[in-house]
């Protein structure tokens, strides 16, 4: 089993230009979630999603978008990237309120 | 707001030593979790204890609660230097799926 794998790993962006990050997960989990995380703080949620074809907004959804079309996919979308979102993102995923499972993170820069 | 605070926020022992890291919270939960995070990666679970639980063991880690004073305290025993890394708290409400961490406390284990 992969876990939880996150694409791309690492990504720089201009101002203004946009992207997709893609999450997986193949332990059928029915939530899934993306965090951000910035030097020196905790994991502040950014939307998180209860099962296939449902997203919520977390703490911080500002500036970004999700889809949950597959069970097994939960993609976070960043239609015009600015320089606040540079951080380190990371998708998990969970049955119901017990441990998460965490993937290795996507290092975005944007410029 | 986070609801999760550790403190301290970063803790250097010698190897042998016990480490005692504590984590306040302002709402009722469901549970509390404990992860870390080796530097550049994803969290890991470490131990879940559920609000009419006050103590839990798993192997050197130990955690208590306490909803009375909605706060939280793991000791790891015997640090070794590969316990260096950040601990985090998470805790989960009974209204929702959200897991809300503090953000961390960073312990070295010095060789």
């Known amino acids: 089993n992969a876990g939880v794998t996150q694409t791309p790993k690492f990504r720089v962006l201009k101002t203004g230009q946009s992207m997709t990050l893609l999450c997986a997960q193949d332990?059928?989990?029915?939530?899934m979630y993306w965090y951000r995380q910035d030097p020196g703080m905790g994991l502040r949620l950014i939307h998180y999603s209860v099962g296939e074809g449902t997203t919520a907004k977390g703490e911080v959804p500002d500036g970004y978008n999700v889809s949950r079309l597959k069970k097994q996919n939960f993609l976070l979308g960043l239609e015009s990237a600015a320089p606040s979102q540079t951080s380190v993102y990371f998708c998990?995923?969970?049955?119901?309120?017990?441990?998460?499972?965490f993937g290795p993170g996507t290092r975005l820069t944007v410029l | 707001s986070q609801q999760g605070e550790e403190d301290p926020q970063a803790l250097s022992i010698q190897e042998g030593e016990n480490a005692t890291m504590n984590c306040s919270y302002k709402t009722s939960i469901n549970n509390l979790q404990w992860y870390r995070q080796n530097s550049g990666r994803g969290l890991v679970h470490l131990i879940l204890?559920?609000?009419?639980?006050r103590e839990k063991h798993s192997g050197r880690l130990r955690v208590t609660l306490d909803t009375s004073k909605k706060s939280s305290s793991l000791l790891i025993t015997a640090s070794r230097a590969a316990d260096t890394a950040s601990y985090f708290c998470?805790?989960?409400?009974?209204?929702?799926?959200?897991?809300?961490f503090g953000p961390g406390t960073r312990l070295s284990v010095l060789p």
């Open positions: 998990a995923s969970s049955e119901s309120r017990n441990e998460q499972f």
């Open positions: 332990m059928n989990h029915e939530y």
């Open positions: 204890i559920r609000s009419n639980e």
């Open positions: 998470a805790t989960v409400n009974n209204y929702g799926q959200n897991f809300v």
